[in-house]
Structure formats: C-alpha cells, structure tokens
C-alpha cells in the first residue's frame, strides 16, 4: 500500500467546494497571533534560559549580536514551517512520509523524540528547583505536580482553552523585561556589541556561538509550528490547505508572517534581556558559574536583591508551563504522522489516543528523569547534540519540500525568503561543525 493510500482521508475534503474566504473575519491582533508567538514563546524554556544566563555571565555584552544576527535566519525557517502546514494541510512529519522513504522519516522523528524527552525532564527540573526558591519545600515534589499538571492540560482541556492558555502563558516572560528596569546596564557597551560582531577565537566563546544558534534555531519548533497550523485547518472551517484553494493565500500568508515575525522577535528579546540581566550583574561581579536557570535566579539576589531573583524565578515556572507542552505535544505529532495515527489536539482523546498517549508518556518520563542518577543538566548537552545532528538534514529536506511544486502547488518558496531559509540551515550546519571540533578543543 502506498504512502498515498495508508493516510488518512483529507480533513479538508469536505469544504473543497466553498468560496474564496480570507483568514479571520476579525482582524484582531489576539485572532491572528497563535502558532508563531506560541513557538517563539516556548523557544525561551527553562533549559534555552540557562543558556542565555551562562553566556551573560561568562562573556558579558560580547555575544548579544548573535540574537540580532538570528533573529531573520530562525524567523524565516519558522514561516517556511508554518507554510508548509498551512499549504499541505500537512506537518513535517506527514509530508516526510507521503514523499520520501521511511528509512529516513524514522531515525529523524525517533531522534528528535529522544532530544525532547531530555529535554523535558532538564526543564521539569528547573520549574522544580525554581519553585523551590520561591517558596521552598521539596523540588522533586514540584518535579511531580509540574508534570501531571502539563500532561493533565494536553490531554483534557479543549484545543481552544489550551491555545488561550498558551497565549496567556506567554506573558511570563514578561518578567525577564521587568529584570532590566531593576539592574544597571552599561548601554553604551551592550549597543556597541549588539550591532557589530565580535568574534574570540576561543573554545569556550565558540562553543557558547553554537550553543546559543542551537538554542534559538531548534527541530521541535519547526515540528509544533508546521502542526499547529494544520490543527487550525480542522478547527476554523473557513480554512483549507492552500494547494488545493490558492485564493486563500495571500491572506494566510500576511497572517503566518505577522504572526511568526512578531512571535520570534519576542523571543529574541526575551534571550536579550536574559541574556543583558546576566551580563550586567553576574558578569559585572564576576560570578560564571551558571549550571542552570535556577542557578541563575539565585546568582541575582546578591547583586540585583531578592525581587529579581523572584522574578526571574516566577519566569522559568511560566516559561516551563510554556515549553513542556510544546516539547511532548512536537514529539507526539512527529511519532503519530510517521505512524499514520490519528493526531491532533483538537480530537477527542478517546479518537486520538496512541497521540495522546504519546503526550504523557514523554512528559512523564522526562519529568521521572529528575528521579534517576542521570544528570537532567548533563543529559541537556546531549539533546543538544541531538538537535544538532537532525537539524540541518531536516531543514535541507524542509526547504527541498517547499521549494518543490508538487508538494506545494502554486505556494512554492521563493525569493528572499527561500535565500534566508537556505541560510539558516547554512548557520545550523556551521554550528553542528563547531559543536563537533568542540570536542577536539
């Protein structure tokens, strides 16, 4: 039997014959923001806070270019992404397995399920040990409740209430913003090393490079992006794959760039001020041995007092709230649409339940990690790793499948987005070489 033939019948197929319709009959900033700031959003998790911390407190204002350099690369990989979804009425799982080989589409989803489950379980730890700070008790009780609660949510709340959820979650990060206004900030320095790159030719500054393009370019969120707008095909009526109803697409395509373009712009910003907060109080002190984010929160109060150690606390529980959900719920479209399960967080779990089963089991178990002998911080190098090695292979294989017709129709990428989209994956490659000569220096 075909790819063609195992998948399941177009959820579209219904509305084939319906007029040309525009994206949202309220144009309201709420109603067109989702997918994109969802992910954004999520890609500032209690491990990617970690990072940005360790990088401040290590090398100062010196890496902040990075974020600014970026910030097009990871905005245009994003919308391709979202296009493909939007286009094929398809995630990047499902069309990997309508067009090319299982021998393929296997090892990428099983790796990235592996880097996402690790994943978790360092952000799980995190969220536990910042609550800890907050108001104390054990950590690994909070381990516990942090994942139940993000498994519980996935599983039982409605698709509409868990992206409001999603959406609301978002404004945690708002409290990384709120660190500036506390600490002393040497602007002069922080523009002159945002807008001109500086490069050190050392192990450890190299090394923070890649990790930092790692952290912000990352599978899960090409995976979540491509799938959330396939999800909102089955849940808007007036929506349908592109391919098949081309008069939709200029609208869907002002939404998903609005969308993604403000959704990886705030977290970028969020990374920066992270990443200034680190900079101008630990870096300033001398303090560079940052492990995690919660290391980072306690780092503060010394230096910035015991409100920016809460804030910045409150903000990785948020961020977890956040990311958690995103990681499992990535990890289960990847496995169910090389399976051929029913995916979807707007089915019912009772129709969808190998996808749903999925969701919790990776939650779990990332969350029972914290439990084992296994270091979550350790562990998170090597999802790392992970992310690194499936990267660049799934993002030459993204932007092979939206450059070609056959997949995309008259939706075909092209111009300065597809130069960008093949830029990225050149930045990605680059990093996956340097994070293999890290091992050699």
Request: aromatic share 10%; net charge neutral.
């Amino acid at each position: 039997m075909s790819a063609n033939q195992a998948s399941a019948p177009d959820p579209s197929s219904e509305r084939n014959e319906r007029s040309p319709v525009v994206e949202s009959s309220k144009p309201r900033l709420l109603s067109i923001l989702g997918p994109g700031l969802i992910t954004g959003a999520s890609d500032d998790d209690p491990s990617g806070i970690a990072t940005y911390s360790q990088v401040g407190a290590q090398f100062g204002y010196a890496p902040t270019w990075t974020l600014l350099f970026s910030y097009p690369l990871m905005a245009a990989i994003q919308i391709i992404s979202g296009r493909l979804g939007r286009t094929t009425g398809r995630g990047v799982a499902g069309n990997l397995r309508k067009y090319y080989s299982s021998w393929l589409v296997y090892p990428c989803v099983g790796l990235l399920l592996i880097a996402n489950i690790i994943n978790i379980a360092a952000d799980v730890g995190a969220m536990g040990d910042a609550a800890k700070l907050i108001i104390g008790g054990p950590a690994l009780l909070y381990v516990m409740l942090f994942g139940a609660l993000c498994a519980i949510l996935q599983v039982f709340l409605k698709y509409k209430q868990y992206v409001r959820f999603l959406k609301w979650l978002s404004l945690a990060l708002l409290s990384y913003v709120a660190t500036l206004f506390i600490v002393q900030i040497d602007w002069r320095a922080l523009g002159y090393n945002f807008f001109i790159p500086h490069i050190t030719f050392s192990a450890d500054y190299l090394t923070a490079i890649v990790a930092i393009f790692g952290t912000t370019i990352s599978p899960y969120l090409f995976f979540w992006q491509a799938s959330q707008e396939v999800e909102d095909l089955k849940e808007k009526p007036r929506r349908d794959p592109l391919k098949d109803h081309p008069e939709q697409a200029k609208e869907a395509r002002q939404r998903i760039n609005l969308d993604t373009l403000a959704g990886m712009g705030v977290s970028n910003f969020i990374a920066l001020s992270i990443m200034v907060t680190s900079a101008a109080t630990l870096h300033a002190h001398n303090i560079t041995d940052i492990a995690s984010s919660a290391d980072a929160a306690k780092a503060l109060e010394p230096v910035a007092g015991h409100f920016a150690e809460v804030l910045f606390a409150l903000g990785i529980v948020g961020t977890g709230l956040l990311a958690v959900p995103v990681l499992a719920g990535s990890a289960a479209y990847g496995l169910g649409e090389a399976l051929r399960w029913p995916t979807g967080l707007a089915r019912k779990p009772k129709d969808a339940k190998a996808f749903y089963v999925t969701i919790a089991i990776a939650t779990l178990f990332g969350a029972a990690i914290n439990f084992t002998a296994i270091n979550p911080i350790d562990a998170l190098f090597w999802s790392a790793v992970i992310n690194g090695v499936i990267a660049v292979p799934i993002m030459i294989i993204m932007m092979l499948m939206s450059t070609n017709r056959e997949i995309m129709g008259d939706e075909t990428v092209a111009g300065p987005l597809k130069v960008l989209g093949w830029l990225s994956m050149a930045a990605m490659g680059l990093c996956a070489l340097g994070m293999g000569a890290s091992f050699f220096l």
